[in-house]
């Protein structure tokens, strides 16, 4: 069955392409593109042609899938817009939905463009590593200005029909872009054509700054060569003839397929999408209806979470303690509202529109005809004990109640609810209504049709979810478990967190958005200490004395990090300076743990440790199932901690360096600094991949 077909309305050509979801172009659709000119060309009774498609949207993009296959070239879907963009006939694109990257290059061939008001459109190939293929560098730029095109090229961001219209990238809005189309090709008739490719760049301000600056950024950018090789396509488009920067961007496509950046965002953009399927569930399953949402504790997380829900469009019923208590969280997400309006975020009237979905209650009457219930009180399992045997009581059959945790056994909390298969984590991250990344826990007896109905929700909020299962820490927060214990470790023997910070912050090491003691300053110590003496008090952390002790003597000290002025760090203001008193603290615990300390500390040892025992408690999380997919903790770290997406996350780049070097390094620091607690103890899988050869992130269960 073609997905690109020509039919004729009168005189009219009208190549329709169909390839759902979002009529991606493969290289079957330019297959059948490349035909369906070939009718067009051949019907000399056609006075014009418009493009269009079925289903939600324009074409989306391309078929990211292919870029992989063995001999993938753009060429032959550029051949397919150079054909379209040589037609002495006019051709007219019919635009509606999100038209991105080979969309908008299809587009930009066409002679005359018509959008729906609603439409984006954009180039976001920067995010996976690429720059646009398909001439993209050349024709956006002569339509729209260097600046605009090297905006759009440079963030990925789209742009709404207004602004592509004010820009000269569309010709027309209308609500019917389908039929307006139709009127622009038959306006167009007997007139010439309007090539883009022939324009001149439109002159800008400073446009010789402005390559500049491009240039500046990619070479500050060494670890997304895509960046360069954007600023020399923008450039080639200003100073060379169409087809030099042509062969240009043809070029520098082809080599960036094939970098580590690239192959690691494509990798992060098949697991964010992979991580949505829940394997073993039947595919008719019915769904919850959840239409009414309630939240129990409205701290800054609580209130980050009903910020979430009103704005995807849910009444929400916020729930405290007291008068005063509630009080507190309605002006908190006032504030929060105020400050988004403030930058530009939304309008007051979307700001006013998301309050008024919110009410206010004291008892948890007011909960007792929602159908979702989220507490988010503070991270103690005596309380949240309690309030589950509430909720349990309170609350509907059928209702679902999720308990937001970070690393709380989440089968005890659904058991105290006497309703254990409604009841599951929803481990949101700060801020929740800004951060993306949703950890959804599947209890022991959570019921299959909760979790896809949560699942299913997730999205709709706009949340990236992943799942995990129980254990301390679920996949994020155990895996960040291991990388604090280096750290800290490393500052008993000597190391300062600054040089900790930096090495887990350079690109030239990780990249990490920020290390791990300015991470746990900003988040609280005393949220992270908590959490640790209650994992040790329970008797399922390590019994070892020495086990997080800064983190422990810095929460006893009052030293809570950025909110207190001090913690790892001091602080002026915001900014974190090198503290002598917790490089005295580090010492002196050095001396009671009997810890051995140094000079220095290699860059490459720091690295080392951070990463591997990361990577170690990975293959463990796998083996253990309680994550379903390796590329599901490259989803948790890449969108929820700040490892960098061009990494592709720590399995993904545990397997760049290679699971026989990991291991081997694992097997050193055993060696050298001892394993008496098991800290250093290889994973079986991990071991077991490593002898083979084989990838980590290729593994599956059933390997």
């Not at 895509?226 to 396509?233: C, F, Q, S, T």
């Not at 109640?401 to 970070?406: D, E």
């Not at 860059?603 to 990361?614: N, S």
């Not at 760049?656 to 694992?666: D, F, K």
Request: a negative charge; hydrophobic letters at 45%.
């Amino acid at each position: 069955m073609p997905k690109a077909t020509l039919t004729r309305e009168g005189t009219l050509g009208v190549l329709r392409i169909d390839n759902p979801p979002v009529n991606a172009i493969s290289p079957q659709v330019t297959r059948d593109l490349d035909a369906a000119l070939d009718a067009f060309e051949a019907a000399a009774d056609l006075e014009a042609l418009v493009i269009e498609c079925a289903g939600r949207t324009f074409v989306a993009g391309g078929d990211i899938a292919s870029f992989s296959q063995p001999g993938f070239s753009a060429a032959p879907f550029n051949a397919v817009l150079r054909r379209i963009e040589d037609q002495a006939r006019p051709v007219a694109a019919a635009l509606f939905g999100t038209v991105l990257g080979a969309g908008l290059e299809l587009a930009m061939a066409a002679h005359v463009r018509v959008a729906h008001p609603g439409t984006k459109l954009g180039l976001p190939e920067i995010t996976l590593g690429l720059i646009p293929g398909s001439l993209g560098t050349q024709r956006l730029p002569r339509l729209a200005g260097l600046e605009t095109a090297w905006r759009m090229i440079s963030t990925g961001k789209p742009v709404g029909a207004q602004q592509a219209l004010d820009a000269g990238i569309v010709d027309q809005l209308d609500e019917t872009p389908a039929e307006a189309a139709r009127a622009a090709a038959r306006a167009a008739t007997g007139r010439a054509v309007r090539r883009t490719r022939d324009l001149s760049v439109p002159a800008g301000a400073d446009d010789a700054g402005l390559i500049e600056a491009a240039r500046r950024e990619g070479e500050a950018k060494p670890h997304l060569p895509a960046v360069a090789a954007a600023a020399d396509g923008l450039a080639a488009a200003a100073e060379k003839p169409f087809d030099e920067g042509e062969r240009i961007e043809a070029e520098h496509f082809a080599q960036l397929l094939h970098t580590p950046a690239s192959r690691a965002l494509r990798h992060v953009f098949f697991a964010e999408r992979a991580a949505a399927k829940i394997p073993g569930l039947p595919s008719d399953l019915t769904l919850r209806e959840v239409a009414t949402v309630g939240i129990v504790g409205v701290g800054t997380m609580g209130a980050g979470i009903a910020l979430t829900f009103a704005r995807a469009g849910f009444p929400v019923t916020l729930v405290e303690n007291d008068a005063e208590a509630l009080e507190r969280g309605q002006a908190n997400i006032r504030r929060m509202l105020e400050s988004s309006v403030q930058r530009g975020r939304m309008t007051e009237a979307e700001a006013e529109a998301q309050l008024s979905r919110m009410s206010g209650a004291t008892d948890m009457g007011a909960l007792a005809e929602a159908d979702l219930v989220i507490e988010a009180v503070f991270e103690d399992m005596a309380l949240k004990l309690d309030l589950a045997a509430k909720l349990g009581a309170a609350m509907k059959p059928g209702a679902i109640i999720a308990s937001n945790t970070s690393t709380l056994d989440v089968d005890r909390i659904a058991g105290a609810t006497g309703r254990p298969e409604d009841v599951l984590g929803t481990h949101f991250f700060s801020p929740a209504h800004i951060m993306k990344l949703l950890e959804v826990v599947r209890g022991r007896l959570t019921d299959p049709e909760v979790l896809a109905t949560v699942m299913r929700l997730a999205r709709k909020i706009g949340k990236v979810p992943v799942v995990s299962g129980v254990c301390y820490g679920f996949i994020g927060n155990r895996m960040a478990e291991v990388y604090m214990r280096e750290s800290e470790a490393m500052q008993l023997e000597g190391a300062m967190p600054a040089q900790i910070d930096g090495v887990a912050e350079d690109p030239a090491w990780i990249g990490m958005a920020m290390g791990p003691s300015r991470m746990l300053d900003m988040a609280g110590v005393d949220v992270g200490a908590r959490t640790v003496i209650e994992w040790i008090d329970s008797g399922a952390g390590p019994q070892d004395p020495a086990y997080r002790a800064l983190c422990r003597a810095l929460f006893e000290a009052g030293r809570h990090g950025q909110k207190t002025g001090s913690g790892y760090y001091a602080y002026e203001g915001r900014r974190p300076v090198p503290s002598e008193e917790t490089a005295a603290l580090a010492a002196e615990l050095a001396k009671t743990h009997g810890v051995a300390r140094r000079d220095a500390i290699p860059a490459q040892e720091i690295f080392e440790r951070l990463l591997y025992p990361m990577v170690n408690e990975a293959a463990a999380i796998l083996e253990e199932g309680i994550a379903y997919r390796p590329g599901d903790i490259d989803v948790i770290w890449t969108q929820g901690y700040g490892f960098p997406g061009w990494r592709g996350g720590p399995v993904f780049m545990a397997d760049e360096i290679g699971l026989s070097e990991i291991v081997a390094r694992l097997d050193h620091y055993a060696e050298r600094l001892g394993n008496d607690r098991g800290y250093w103890s290889v994973s079986p899988l991990l071991r077991d991949l490593a002898r083979q050869g084989a990838r980590l992130s290729d593994w599956r269960p059933q390997d």
